[in-house]
């Protein structure tokens, strides 16, 4: 009996010759193509200055988060703590601030050592401790919240207007926020592709006790990838301060920026069970949700419906790509004899 469910023959055979990123990249033209039909409807022009000023600026702090939740689905694990680092960091640098131009540089090294403290903690315990990443940073992002409700019960210090400028300045239509953004974006894209470290995260990932076996040190792409993304998740804390003025204890959690970026990286077709996916596909889902959020604001539409439509476009995509077996390994992680020839050679 024929599986009524299965798509065309045609069809399966157009999406199966398709990357993740491709059908990532087709579903946010189609996002921007219905996005601007429906912003017509309301008499408002998608394309305008200040709609594509509104929708790019949305990217930037999600982005960051999803850059860095992107290395660490790689390897196999996973960062729950990236919000209440984004909070900690904004609090953090802002009391130092203080409204002085002169504290800016001491507020920004001490927010992003900080967070490499936070995330090489989270790489120990993953990788060394061999506690699970969901676990670990969950951990962690309760005792970050603790701390910050125990010592932060409102919004605290200020941030100079030279370093609010940051979140407030365009280069044509293009938040300089989005720009540094990218510009983190092509340093991942470059260390995943380029670096040894890329590709031993790929391998750990993918397989771990083959990638130990071939000699790789599993816990050093582990713990990079931790620290980095929660330096970006100070990226992101900064720029909240930066448009805020203030640090907000509780900006990270109310933006849902763990849920979200984790979201947007699935949706951009990297495996939650690590070893496949990349950057690019991250960023095009970031910016599919951008142009989602935005559209529905513009539609004026219910924030629970929001989030339903999300969670439909989730859903959609992990079917798709279980359609398409996405889960199986790049080969080079998982030739045919390579755990029997490490074997050989450790013996």
């Known amino acids: 009996m024929s599986d009524i469910t299965a798509p065309p023959p045609a069809l399966s055979k157009r999406l199966g010759g398709l990357t993740a990123t ?3 990249l087709i579903v946010l033209v189609l996002a921007v193509v219905l ?10 022009n998608f394309f305008s200055t200040g709609n594509l000023r509104d929708i790019l600026a949305a990217t930037s ?6 850059i860095g939740q992107t290395l660490v689905i790689l390897g196999g694990s996973l960062d729950l703590s990236v919000p209440f680092v984004a909070s ?7 009391g130092i601030m203080a409204g002085e131009t002169g504290n800016v540089a001491p507020a920004l090294l001490a927010a992003v050592g900080l967070a490499a403290a936070i995330g090489f903690v989270n790489g120990v315990v993953v990788s ?3 506690v699970h990443g969901f676990i670990a940073t969950l951990g962690m992002g309760l005792i970050i919240s603790g701390y910050i409700a125990s010592n932060y019960q409102g919004n ?7 370093f609010r400028l940051i979140g407030i300045s365009f280069i044509g239509p293009i938040p300089v926020s989005t720009l540094i953004m990218l ?4 340093l991942a894209i470059l260390l995943l592709r380029r670096t040894r470290t890329g590709h031993h995260l790929y391998a750990v990932g993918g397989n771990p006790e083959v990638a130990r076996l071939s000699g790789v040190r599993t816990s050093v792409p582990i713990i990079t990838a931790h620290v980095l993304c929660s330096v970006l998740a100070a990226f992101a804390g900064l720029l909240l301060l930066a448009r805020l003025s203030v640090g907000n204890p509780t900006i990270g959690s109310q933006g849902q920026y763990d849920l979200m970026s984790i979201a947007a990286v699935v949706l951009g077709g990297t495996l939650l069970a690590g070893g ?5 596909g991250t960023i095009a889902g970031v910016a599919i949700f951008a142009v989602m959020d935005n559209v529905m604001a513009v539609m004026e539409v219910a924030p629970f419906l929001r989030d339903v439509v999300r969670g439909a476009v989730i859903v959609a995509a992990v079917a798709v790509y279980a359609r398409r077996s996405i889960d199986r390994r790049p080969a080079r992680f998982e030739r045919p004899g390579v755990l029997d020839a490490a074997l050989q050679e450790a013996r």
Do not use: M, Q, Y
């Open 128 to 130: 060394l401790l061999h």
């Open 156 to 162: 605290t210090g200020s941030a100079p207007r030279s």
């Open 35 to 44: 996005g601007s039909v429906l912003t017509a409807v309301e008499g408002r």
């Open 88 to 94: 900690l960091t904004g609090v953090v640098a802002a």
């Open 22 to 24: 491709g059908i990532v």
């Open 61 to 66: 702090v999600l982005g960051f988060i999803a």
């Open 276 to 280: 496949k996916g990349n950057i690019t």
């Open 183 to 186: 510009g983190c974006a092509l």
